[in-house]
C-alpha cells in the first residue's frame, strides 16, 4: 500500500521577484483610470490595507510579508523532506501557457519525464518576471533539471479513467517551453532557501480560470474592459471528485505520494466588489475555517459562481486537495493564514501527515 501526504503551499509570482516588486499590481489597479476616485484615498480603504500601505506605501508590510511565505515554505518543505515521497503530484492552475484555443480540458496529467528548465529565459510565457531581478540574484542562462516519473503518470491516468474519470494526459508540453509558473514555482519556492530539490514531478493542471481562460489569455483586465466568456471550469464538487479518486489510487499503489496544492485564495484583480483592488478577505477566511475545523461540506456546497464572484478560481487546485484528503480521512496538523490587502492575495499553507484510513 502507498502512503500519502497533503500539502497545500502558494506559487504567488512576485515572491520571486524583489521586495520592491511586491505591491506591482496593487499599483496598477490604483491607476486604473475607471477606479472610482475616494478608492486612490487610503482613508477609503480596509483597515488592514491601511495598515500595509502605512507611510512607506507598503516596504515593511512587504518584507514581513515575505517572511510569512518563506517560513510556510520552509515548514512545508521540512514535511516532505520527512516524508521522502518517491513522486510530488502538483495541482496547479493553467493561465493560458498549455491550454489555449486547440484544447481547454479541464484538467490533465503531464507524464514528462525529466526536463531542464530556464525559468528567468522562459518567464514572459507565463509569470511576467521576464527581464525583472529576483531574489536568488539569477540569470536567464540559470538553469534546472525538473525530474519526472513517468511511470507513476501513466498508472494514475489508468487508474482514473478506470474509476469514471476520463483523463486527458501529455508526454510533452504544448505550447509552454518548460512548466507552466503554477508549477515551477512551487518547486522554486519549496528550495526558496536554494538546497536543492531531487524529488520527481508530477504536474495536474486545472482548467480553473474557465470563464476568463481564452479571452483573457493569462492577463489581468482592467476595470471597464468587457470580454466574451468562455465555457466554465469544472465545479468545485466535480474537482473534489477527482481530488478523492487520486487519493485512492495513490493510497492503493506502491508509491509514497505528495499531493500539493498550489495557489493563492482570492485575487484582488478578479474581485468586481471591491472594484479589482483588494481579495475577497471574507469569502477566504470562511473558507479557511472550514479547513482548519475539517468541516468539507462548507467546501463541497460551494459553487463555481460563488467562487468566481469571490475571485476564487485558482482555489480548485485546493479544491482537489480537499478531496484528497476527505477520502483519507484527514485534517490538518498544522496550517497558517497569511493575509494580505495590498500584495494581490491571502495565502495560506497546510500540512496533512496524520494517519490514512
Known sequence: MGEVLGLGVTHYPPLSGTDDNLTRVFRGALADPKLPAELRDPAFWPERARREWADDEGVAAGKAHREQLREGFRRTREALDEFQPDVVLIWGDDQYENFREDIVPPYAVLAYEDKTVHPWRHADESSNMKGKPNIWSEGEDTAR?????????????????????????????????????????????????????????????????????????????????????????????RIMDVGAAVARVCAESPYRVALVASSSWSHSFLVDSTFRLFPDSAADERMYDALVAGDYGVWENTSLEQAEKSGQQELLNWWALMGAMRELGRTPSWSSFAASNIFVSNKVFAIYDGPQR
Open 145 to 237: 533539471t525538473i525530474r519526472g516519473h513517468r511511470p507513476f503518470a501513466r498508472h494514475l491516468v489508468e487508474q482514473l479513467m478506470g474509476r469514471g474519470i476520463d483523463m486527458p494526459y501529455a508526454y510533452e508540453p504544448l505550447h509552454h517551453p518548460g512548466f507552466a509558473h503554477a508549477f515551477l514555482n512551487t518547486v522554486l519556492y519549496l528550495d526558496y532557501d536554494r538546497r536543492g530539490f531531487d524529488y520527481p514531478v508530477v504536474a495536474f493542471p486545472i482548467n480553473c480560470y474557465g470563464r476568463k481562460v481564452i479571452s483573457f489569455q493569462g492577463n489581468i483586465s482592467p476595470l471597464g474592459v468587457e470580454r466574451e466568456l468562455d465555457p466554465p471550469s469544472p465545479t468545485p464538487s
